[in-house]
C-alpha cells in the first residue's frame, strides 16, 4: 500500500479545540494508570474481611537458575512459599520502539483488541466513564480505524526545544483497513509507512512526520534508565506505562491536566528525587495482575524505593479516608468511592516485591472483576472537588529523629557479609550513621567480620538490626535479645550539635558500665515492668 495522509477536516470543533481534545487520550490514561500505580506500592498487613474471599488463585512463584555448562538462564517454577516475586502470566518481547520520536520521555502501550475481546473489556471503558467515551469517540474519528481492529497502540510523548508538548500514536493492525478515511485535528495528520504494508498507522503532528519517515523502524533512543525498563517490558501485557518522574514534574506537567493535576503532588511526594523511571503494567487474563517496576538514583539502593512509598502510602490511605467520610462526594459513585480504601489495601495484602538485576519489581495477582473496580474507584476519586480529591497529596513528615527512623519499613537480604558490611548497608537505607564500638567488641572477643546471612523483607529498620545483632552474637545458646547471653547489644547516641545522631552498636557489659541506657528488647522483663 502506498503512503496516505489525511488531510479532511471534519465540521464540528475548531482545530484547536481538537487539539485540545486530544490530550484527553493522553492526560486521562495517564493520569489512571499513575493512581492506580501510586498505590499499587503499598505493601500493608491489613486485609478487609469483605473481600477476603475474593482472592485469585495463588500462582507459583518463578526462580532464575543459570546453567553455567550451557551458559544459559532458564525459569523455574517452584511451588509457593508466601514470599517470593509472583511469576509473570506473559513472557512476550520488549515493546516495539519503531516510529517513535526522538526525546520521547512517556510511553504508553495498550492492546485495545486484546482487551475488547476479554470478558472485562467493555467493563474497562465503562470505568473510565464519560471520559472514556469520549475518548474512544475521537480517537477513531480521528484515525478512521475502530479500536478494536487496534492490535496495539503506542503512544509517545516528548518536548521541543521550546517547551511544547508532542504526541505520536503508532497502532499495530491485524490486516490494512479498507475504505480508510481519518479526520484531521488540529495540525495532526497519520500516515501508513510503506514498509509496513498497511499494518502500521502513524499519528503525529505535521512537523514531525518527517524525522518519523526517516527515523523509520530504527528505536528511538532514551535515557539510560528509562531505556532498562523499556527492555523489561512485555508486549504481550494488555497495558503498560513507562514514564520518567522528572519528566513530569517539567515539561510533561501538562499532561496532569484536568482531574489528573491532582496527582502531581502525589507524584512528588511519593517519588521525590529518589526514582529515575517507572514502569507499570496492567494485564487481564484469568485473574488481574499488576506489575511496578522502578529504578533510583545511583547513591540509592532500588528496594529504597519501595520502602518510602511504604512509609508514605499507609498515611495517604488514612488521609483518603478522612477526606472520604467528610465529603462522600456525589451520590451516583459514593459506595465505589467508600470502598476505595479498602481496595487498596486488599490490593496492598496480595504484592509482592524483589530486587531483580538492580531494578525494584512489585507484583500482585487479583481477581479478575478488580482491575475495572479500581480503576472506577479511581476516575470517580480524580473527579470529586479539590477537597474531597487533596487527600492523596497529604504530606508526610520525613523522621527527624534515629528512634524514628528506626521504625521505617526496609529489607536486607544477602546470603552471606560481615557483621560491618550489613550495618554499612543497613546505614545506607536509613541515612543514619551506625558505628561499631570496636575497642568494646575486641575486650568480649568479638570479631566484627564475622559472616552470616539474612533474608528478611519489608520489615521496620529496627526489627532488622536487633535481627542482625543475634545472628552476630557469640555465644548461640543465648535464649533471646533479653537474655544476659546476648552481649551484642545497640544504644542510640545524641549529637551535641542538635544532629540526628547514631546508632551504637557495642556489648551489654560495656553499656552497663558506662551507663548508657538499652533498648527496651535488650531487657528483661522485669526491668521493663
Given amino acids: 500500500m502506498t503512503e496516505k495522509q489525511s488531510k479532511t477536516q471534519v465540521a464540528g470543533d475548531s482545530p484547536a479545540e481538537r487539539s485540545r481534545k486530544l490530550w484527553l487520550v493522553v492526560g486521562g490514561l495517564v493520569g489512571l494508570g499513575t493512581v492506580v500505580g501510586v498505590f499499587f506500592a503499598m505493601r500493608q498487613s491489613e486485609s478487609d474481611p469483605a473481600v477476603e474471599n475474593m482472592v485469585a488463585a495463588e500462582p507459583a512463584a518463578e526462580v532464575v537458575e543459570a546453567d553455567a555448562d550451557k551458559g544459559a538462564v532458564r525459569v523455574v517454577v517452584v511451588d ?28 504508553l502501550h495498550v492492546r485495545p483488541a486484546k482487551l475488547l475481546a476479554h470478558g472485562e473489556g467493555e467493563k474497562v471503558l465503562a470505568a473510565l466513564g464519560p471520559w472514556g467515551q469520549e475518548v474512544v469517540a475521537l480517537f477513531e474519528q480521528h484515525t478512521g480505524v475502530p479500536l478494536a481492529d487496534v492490535e496495539a497502540l503506542a503512544v509517545a510523548v516528548h518536548s521541543t526545544l521550546r517547551g511544547e508538548l508532542h504526541t505520536t500514536w503508532r497502532l499495530e493492525l491485524a490486516k490494512p483497513p479498507s475504505d480508510w478515511q481519518a479526520s484531521a485535528a488540529g495540525n495532526r495528520v497519520c500516515f501508513f509507512p510503506a514498509a509496513e504494508q498497511g499494518k502500521i498507522l502513524v499519528s503525529c503532528l505535521a512537523e514531525d512526520v518527517a524525522e518519523l519517515r526517516e527515523q523509520g523502524t530504527a528505536p528511538a533512543l532514551f535515557p539510560r534508565d528509562m531505556q532498562r525498563l523499556l527492555n523489561r517490558t512485555d508486549e504481550r501485557r494488555t497495558a503498560t506505562l513507562v514514564f520518567s518522574p522528572r519528566f513530569l514534574q517539567t515539561d510533561g506537567h501538562k499532561i496532569l491536566a484536568g482531574g489528573a493535576k491532582q496527582l502531581e503532588k502525589v507524584l512528588a511526594e511519593m517519588a521525590g528525587s529518589t ?17 511496578l517496576q522502578s529504578t533510583v ?8 524505593f519501595g520502602s518510602n512509598v511504604q512509609r508514605w502510602l499507609p498515611h495517604a490511605v488514612v488521609a483518603l479516608e478522612s477526606a472520604i467520610h467528610a465529603d462522600p462526594g456525589h451520590p451516583y459513585g459514593r459506595e465505589i468511592i467508600r470502598r476505595f480504601p479498602a481496595m487498596l489495601r486488599y490490593l496492598s495484602k496480595y504484592t509482592r516485591s524483589e530486587e531483580v538485576d538492580g531494578v525494584s519489581v512489585l507484583r500482585c495477582y487479583l481477581p479478575m472483576v478488580a482491575g475495572h473496580n479500581l480503576l472506577m474507584a479511581a476516575e470517580l476519586v480524580l473527579n470529586q472537588p479539590e477537597s474531597s480529591a487533596q487527600a492523596g497529596g497529604t504530606e508526610i513528615e520525613s523522621p527527624q529523629t534515629v528512634a524514628e527512623r528506626l521504625l521505617q519499613v526496609t529489607s536486607l537480604s544477602f546470603p552471606k557479609e560481615t557483621l560491618e558490611r550489613a550495618l554499612e548497608i543497613l546505614a545506607e537505607d536509613l541515612g543514619v550513621r551506625i558505628e561499631i564500638a570496636g575497642r568494646d567488641l575486641q575486650l568480649e572477643g568479638i570479631t566484627k567480620n564475622q559472616s552470616f546471612g539474612i533474608d528478611l523483607r519489608d520489615k521496620p529498620a529496627g526489627e532488622i538490626l536487633l535481627a542482625v545483632l543475634q545472628l552476630a552474637n557469640p555465644d548461640r545458646t543465648a535464649a533471646g535479645l533479653a537474655d544476659a547471653k546476648q552481649k551484642l547489644v545497640y544504644v542510640l547516641r545524641e549529637d551535641a550539635s542538635g544532629g540526628l545522631g547514631a546508632i551504637v552498636v557495642t556489648t551489654r557489659a560495656a553499656a552497663i558500665r558506662r551507663g548508657d541506657p538499652l533498648p527496651e528488647a535488650f531487657l528483661p522483663k522485669s526491668a521493663q515492668e
Fill in 80 to 107: 509457593d512459599d508466601g514470599e517470593s516475586l509472583w511469576v509473570s502470566p506473559t513472557a512476550g518481547a520488549p515493546i516495539s520502539l519503531s516510529y517513535l520520536p526522538q526525546g520521547t520521555r512517556l510511553v
Fill in 275 to 291: 526514582a529515575t523511571a517507572v514502569a507499570l503494567s496492567a494485564h487481564w487474563d484469568e485473574d488481574f495482575f499488576l506489575e
Fill in 297 to 304: 538514583t545511583l547513591d540509592q539502593q532500588p528496594h529504597r
